[in-house]
Structures are given as C-alpha cells and as structure tokens.
C-alpha cells in the first residue's frame, strides 16, 4: 500500500478529500502492481478554487513517492489558440531529455510527423494531415510509456486547453486499455463549448465516473480556520468565515491569510469585517489592492497576465517599459501581497519563467482590469517582442489575434506566416483564426484575394462549405491570375464535392475552362472536370464520353495535363467495357517509367487522390494485378511515411484490400478493408471513402461465406439506400443485392439489382466485372423467369469477351452454366475454369473447379476446388464442396 505521510495530510486546500486521495493511491497501486494492467483515467471536475490543482501536486508525491515517472501540463486561459500548447508541455521534457537519434529511434517513423508539432523538430515541406499528427502524439506517449513504466500523466485546467491537444488526449483515452498508464484530469465544469465540449466528454467516457469535489462543510471551514488562526476562533466567526466564502477552499485560505495579516481576533465580534475583508482579496478588491501597489506595480502586473507564462523579471520590464531594477522591486511587492509567486519546483514547466500567478482567479482578474484599449497595446507590443527575439511568427500569434483591426500590413503578413507554421505542424484551426482575423485588418486589395484563397485552403477539408464561400469571393476580386487562379478554381471545385454538389463542381470548373484559350491552364481544367464527371454517380451528358476519347486522342503524356487526361480515358472505357487492353494501354501511357509522374504523385496536391485511385481501379479489373498491387502498396507507404492517417490513408487500404480480394487472399483483404473502415469511421459517415471501405468488406465477407457477418457490417455501417452520388468501387447496389439474396430476401434483392440494372444503363457503365448486377441477377431469376434469366446471361457474356479478360469471360461462362442442366451445364463449367484457371482472380477459380466438380460428379475436380477454397480463406466454399464430398452421392 502507498503511504501517504501526515504532513502531506496538512495541506489546507485538501480538506475534505479524503476520498479522492484514497481513490488515487488505489489507481497508483495498481498501476504499480502490474506492468501488463490496464490504464485508467481519473477525472476531477471542479469548480475555481476547489482544490484540483492541490489534488494533482499531492497526486505527484503520492506517485514520485512509489517510484512512478510523472508528466504534468497545465492549460491556461491566455494559450487556448496557441495549438500543441499541452501536450508539448506534457511531453518535451521526455523528448528533450534524449539525443536526437535517441528520441527519433524511440518514435520511429513518428518522429517526422508528430516531432514539429512538440517542437523537436523543424516541419517537413508538405502540409501536416492533423489527424497523422495526433495519431503520432499518440504513438509516441506509449512508446515512452513503455520506457517509463510505470508513469502518471497529469493534466491540469484541461477547459482550457487547446483543441488539437484535446483530441490527442481523448485518441489516447480511448487507447488506455492495452497500456499501463494513469492519467489524471482535473477541468472547472462549464467554461468550454463546441468541440472542446465534445472531446472534454469523450475523455471523461473513456475513464471512471468524475471525482467531483464539493465546498467545504461548515465544520470542515471550523476545523481549517482553528487550524490557521488557532484554536480560540469561536463557532460563529468559523460559521461566518464558511458563509463568506461559500465553502471554497482557496477563498478560505485567502480571507484567513487577510485575516491573520490584519491581526482581527477571530470572534463573533469581527465576523462582520469578514465580507470586506473577502471583497479585497477577489475581483475589484483585488485591483484596489493592486493599485495600492502603486502604478508601477499595476503595471507590472499587468504585462504578466498579458504574458499568462513564461513570466520573466526581464520580459515583463521590456513589456511594461521599465528599467530592471524597479522591475525586480515591483515582483518583490506584487509576490509580498500574494499576486505573484514562485513557481512549484515539482510542477514547474519548461516555459513558466520565474514568475507565475498565485491562482488563475487572479491572472483573470488582473487582465480583465486592463483598460481595453491598453490591453490591445499591449498585446501588439508583445507580440513585437517575441518576434524580435526570433521565436516565430506562430508565437507571436496568440497577441495578434488579440490587437485591434487597424490597416497595418506587415500585421497581415505576419499572421499569414503564422498560419503556414500552424498548417506546417498540423494545426488547420489554429491557421484559420490567424487568416480570418488577417481579413478583418483589412489586407490590402492586391493581397485580399490571396488571403482568403490561403484561407480557403486552410479549411477546405474542416469546413468545406464555408471553403466554398472564401474561395468564390477570392475568385470574384483582382489578386488571383495564371496558375493560381487555376489552382482555385481546383480547390473550389474540391470543396463542392466535399459539400456534396459533385454538379456545381463541374459546372463551377466548366465555365472556368470556357475563360480560357486553348493551352496548358485550360488542359488542365478540362481534365478536372472529366475527373469529377468521371467519378458521378449520376448520368452525365450522353456525348460525354466521345469528347474525353477526343482529346485524350491528341495526348502524348508530355505534361500532367495530358497524363490526367489518358488515366481518365482508361478509366471510362473500362467503366464502358471496351476493351481491357486499350484500357490499360491508355494507363500505362500516363506513367513515366512505369511510376507516376511528378505532381501525380499521391501525396502532391495539385490534383488530388482521385486520379490515382482511378488508375489503380483501371489496373485491378483489367487484370494487371501487379501494376494495380504496386500503386496501391505506393500509396499506403506514402501515406503513412507522411503521417496522413485520415481519408487518404483509409482509401489506400481499402483499395490495398480490393487488391487482395481480386487476387483471392480473402483472409488479407478482410484484414485491410476492416482497418480501412475503422479509419473511415473517424473521418465520418456518408462521405465516398466510407462507402468504398464497408462495400468491399461486405463484397469480401460474402465471398469468404460469412454471411451473417455481412449482414451485421451492412447494418452496423448504414450500407443500405440512399447511396452517395459518386462512383464506388465494386456497384454498391450489386453488392446489397447479393447480399439481400445470400440472407434469404430474394425479392427484396432482385429489386435492388434491377436498380442496380438501370443506374449503370442510365451511366453507360457496362462492364460485368465492375458492375456485376447482371450475373446475380440471371441466378436470381433462373427459376422464377428461365427466358429473362438466359437473356442476362447472354447479355453479359457479349459485354464480357468484348471487354476481354479471361475473368470477364469465365465469370459470364459460371453465369450460364449454373442456368443449364445436363452435358451442357458440364461444358460450360469446364470452358469457365479453363479461362480463369487463366485468370489472377484465384476465388473466382476455385468457385469455378467447385461448381465444375458438382456440375460433373468429379471427386478430383471437388478436391482442387477445396484445395483452392481453402488457400482463398473462402470457408462457405469449402463447407460445400465438404459436403458433397461427405455425402458422395453420383460422385465419380
């Protein structure tokens, strides 16, 4: 059992917390129990002054006293927009502490991604993907862990923090499960809303129920107040001392020291002096008690609360505009009255200076008694100051934001440089306010357009529709020309689909493209507009088709432009079924030695994801299963070496698992494509990427004979009508088809399948692989309508020998041959396993050798198709065929 000294049991704000001090010595103990326990987190949620920050140092010498590592952070009221602000305390210490080749081994390629944002290391060159970022604070909190076995984090005045450690901090609550740490959260309830609301709550649903400390009873006030003063301080002046300050622990502590300091005896006759005794040490008794001071003492109170840390002698003079010596007198005055103080050495951060507060009720009161004006002044000229001492725009920031609007351009030039160190270290929110309060100073009219396309980019995937506004009203002023221009055009077009007006984009890129002459600009906004009419899901012009096959005619793939444009003709013949080899001859004219070109690439930005996934989908159904194996494993690598964890990283595992599918690695593809949807899931609902994932886990978790979990994925993921306006790989609708029809709902699936049927007539996507409604639908039908069935199936082996693969074709020869019975059933049986014996598609084959072996009574064909099944990881099909095999019944 941890011991808990007596003199600790002294400390005056821990009266009444028996039962939360006992509670942290269990989860210390069992912290210290077992390296392989779980974590657990403890909230403390209380109101200002009730002892939270008393409970958390005397959590540290509890802990430090077991031989537990402690981290501690605290938020504060001044930092809240300055983005990392907690973790970076929480964490920089650890990482400082190690050489750099140490802390980079120990973070692993994490280092890269999550090091900026702690301030390890200088940013790479590409925009951070926040969601990367707070996955590799993550990581790199257990990789320490692990080292500093066993460890206590603590957080402190966590209503303050800043957002992007709040996410952090509730992605790593959610983890605590398979990590043994403790953390300890202490937050006022209230004083936060919107999405710090959110992420405090996830936090506090990720650990025990809140400890929530209440006031002071009146004979807890009583027992405190003896005590102080000593033991002669009667019953009613005790009951008047918890009636003044309503049993908070700290304004007792502070009226006490008033009242011990003014010598008044503590009895019934001086309990009426004790309200105005009260008054003076809270709100506007304090600020007359600082002018008491004297106005050089107000005024250096005053640059240290505008500072709100880091709170230096020096830095506070050149603040406050006074010479050092008289500097250090007024610390000396303002540490006397109990304003300022030292700070705790076993708390202290790296950035506390030598000053702090004595309470955060104090540092709010003394910058709410600033006059405003002065306070505005203030800030500018701390924010001049950190800017001459070299430490970054980014730092100068959280002033800025504070300094009255007032046509100062180089103020506007500094915020936008700040907001490129917030974008560069993953802080998108953070660049937003810096870009938005740079709008309101105004910028010149020959920046303002630049400033709200920086604008619109900064938000494009946070905030699409109000993306959409700045960037039209970027548009619609002088300032954007030539490829910038362009190039927000693009991003507007971007911000549509995101917004779900996948048409507006294309019109909005259209009439751009109309501006323009012939020429590189208007190429590459032609080619934009056929990537977004590329990926509808709707009909789109009938003639459409024939414009994209004409100018991708003239295209060699000298330029991007033109590569785009043959990766889009690939694309669209394939979804149109021509033939799978022009199809790939149209892709592979678009690489540049077998690779994507420069620009192209999947983390450049001047095009997006959507082309490469295209070229990927082009390669996967024309059967170049390699080619499609080797961008997609590209694009996971680049992905993750890049830190971009969100929908990027989601799609290249999803289409990582369509690529195992195709090949008929069931088992790896189920592995990827659940991981992709766990990723899809935190980036949300209803958007394409989660479409893509949960529809192939379906389609996977159908071929491998787990339809009962299928269906529990459908329901579970919402895989049901409406589905989203953008193409999704595999035809959702074939796949909910199949899947109604494997559950036993025939009717309710062939209907879904003749949607499915007039969507793609509707899109012109003829392709059966790709669109497989036609093949199910025939077997649906066979008994119910044999005339429609046979139709289907004629139909759709015409589509697919002119599309041409041999896994076209044999899945067309499984069609029809399961709608025959006899020596022409066995016929085509055996003509559809001779093509995909062919075929990379090994599930397709050992279906094949299955239904071949039943269609013929071979006991030799059964056994290779079970062979077959059983490397696939297809289990319904070995459950089959084991079946006809055990009953063994015409079986030859």
């Avoid at 502490?97 to 590409?126: K, N, Q």
């Avoid at 003076?280 to 002018?291: K, N, P, T, Y």
Wanted: with cysteine; charged share 25%.
């Amino acid at each position: 059992m941890t011991e808990v000294g007596p003199t600790e049991a002294a400390s005056a704000s821990l009266w009444e917390r028996e039962d939360e001090v006992a509670e942290v010595v269990r989860a210390i103990d069992t912290l210290r129990a077992d390296r392989a326990s779980s974590g657990s987190l403890l909230l403390i949620r209380g109101e200002a002054g009730f002892g939270k920050t008393a409970l958390l140092a005397r959590t540290r010498r509890i802990a430090e006293a077991g031989g537990c590592t402690v981290w501690s952070a605290r938020g504060a009221e001044t930092l809240r927009s300055v983005p990392f602000n907690v973790v970076r305390q929480l964490l920089q210490p650890a990482l400082m502490s190690l050489l750099p080749e140490e802390a980079r081994e120990y973070l692993g390629d994490w280092y890269d991604v999550a090091g900026p944002a702690l301030g390890i290391t200088e940013p790479g060159e590409r925009q951070a993907d926040p969601q990367g970022v707070c996955d590799g604070l993550v990581t790199a909190v257990r990789r320490l862990a692990r080292r500093d076995w066993p460890l206590v984090l603590l957080i402190d005045d966590a209503h303050w923090a800043d957002l992007e450690t709040l996410r952090w901090l509730a992605a790593f609550a959610e983890r605590l499960d398979d990590l043994s740490v403790l953390v300890v959260v202490a937050r006022r309830p209230g004083e936060v809303g919107g999405e710090g609301a959110r992420l405090l709550e996830a936090v506090a649903a990720a650990g025990r129920p809140a400890a929530v400390l209440n006031p002071l009873t009146p004979e807890a006030t009583a027992g405190l107040t003896r005590a102080t003063l000593g033991g002669h301080a009667d019953a009613p002046f005790c009951r008047e001392v918890w009636a003044v300050t309503g049993g908070n622990p700290y304004e007792t502590v502070e009226l006490l020291a008033k009242v011990r300091d003014s010598e008044l005896e503590p009895t019934e006759a001086a309990a009426a002096e004790l309200r105005a005794l009260n008054r003076s040490a809270r709100g506007g008794g304090l600020v007359a008690r600082l002018e008491e001071l004297g106005i050089e003492a107000t005024r250096f109170a005053w640059a240290a609360a505008i500072l709100g840390t880091g709170i230096s002698v020096g830095l506070v003079a050149r603040l406050a505009t006074m010479d050092h010596d008289d500097a250090v007198r007024c610390a000396h005055l303002l540490r006397n009255a109990r304003i300022l103080t030292e700070p705790d050495p076993a708390n202290r951060q790296a950035d506390d200076g030598d000053l702090v507060f004595v309470h955060p009720l104090i540092r709010s009161a003394v910058y709410n008694s600033i006059p405003d004006a002065l306070r505005t002044a203030m800030h500018g000229i701390a924010a001049q100051i950190i800017t001459d001492s070299g430490l970054g725009a980014a730092m100068a920031s959280r002033h800025l934001l504070q300094v009255h609007p007032d046509d100062d351009e180089e103020v506007v030039e500094q915020l936008r440089e700040a907001a490129r160190e917030h974008l560069a270290v993953g802080a998108p929110d953070a660049a937003r306010r810096c870009l938005e309060r740079a709008l309101r100073e105004p910028p010149l009219p020959e920046v303002h357009a630049r400033v709200l396309y920086e604008l619109g980019c900064a938000t494009l995937l946070t905030a699409p529709a109000t993306t959409i506004g700045h960037l039209r009203s970027a548009l619609g002023m002088p300032g954007l020309d030539g490829d910038e221009r362009v190039d927000a055009v693009f991003r507007l077009s971007q911000a549509l689909l995101h917004n779900d007006q996948l048409q507006e984009a294309v019109r909005t890129v259209e009439a751009e493209a109309a501006r323009h002459r012939d020429g590189p600009a208007k190429l590459r906004l032609q080619a934009v507009q056929f990537m977004w009419e590329g990926i509808s899901g709707e009909a789109v012009s009938a003639d459409r088709s024939e414009r994209l096959a004409a100018l991708a005619a003239t295209c060699t793939g000298r330029d991007n432009s033109e590569r785009a444009l043959l990766m889009l003709r690939g694309f669209d013949a394939l979804n149109r079924g021509e033939s799978a080899e022009e199809v790939a001859e149209f892709c592979d004219r678009s690489l540049v030695n077998g690779r994507l070109a420069p620009g192209l690439g999947w983390t450049d930005t001047e095009w997006g994801i959507e082309l490469g996934l295209m070229l990927a989908c082009s390669y996967l159904y024309t059967d170049r299963l390699d080619r499609a194996d080797s961008l997609c494993t590209e694009a996971l690598r680049a992905y993750e070496s890049a830190g971009w964890s969100g929908g990027h990283l989601a799609l290249a595992h999803a289409y990582v698992g369509l690529g195992h599918r195709r090949r008929g690695r069931l088992r790896e593809a189920e592995t990827s494509l659940r991981e992709a949807v766990r990723l899809a899931e935190r980036v949300g609902r209803g958007l394409p990427l989660y479409w893509t994932a949960t529809c192939n886990l379906v389609d996977t978790l159908l071929a491998r004979g787990h339809v009962e979990e299928a269906w529990e994925i459908a329901e579970q993921f919402g895989f049901a009508p409406p589905y989203p306006s953008t193409i999704v790989v595999p035809d959702p609708r074939s796949v909910r088809g199949r899947l109604l029809l494997a559950v036993g709902r025939t009717k309710d699936g062939v209907n879904e399948l003749e949607q499915a049927e007039k969507a793609a007539a509707a899109r012109g996507r003829h392709n059966p692989v790709l669109v497989p409604w036609a093949l199910d639908l025939a077997r649906a039908l066979a008994t119910e309508d044999p005339s429609r069935a046979a139709r289907l199936a004629v139909d759709a082996r015409r589509h697919a020998e002119r599309f041409g693969t041999d896994t076209a074709i044999g899945e067309a020869l499984r069609c029809a041959a399961a709608l025959e019975t006899g020596q022409r059933a066995v016929r085509l049986a055996a003509q559809a396993v001779a093509y995909l014996e062919a075929s990379p598609c090994q599930y397709e084959h050992a279906a094949a050798r299955v239904e071949y072996g039943i269609a013929a009574r071979s006991v030799a064909e059964l056994n290779r198709g079970l062979s077959l099944a059983r490397s696939c990881g297809a289990d319904g099909l070995v459950a089959q065929a084991r079946e006809v095999l055990e009953t063994g019944r015409g079986l030859r």
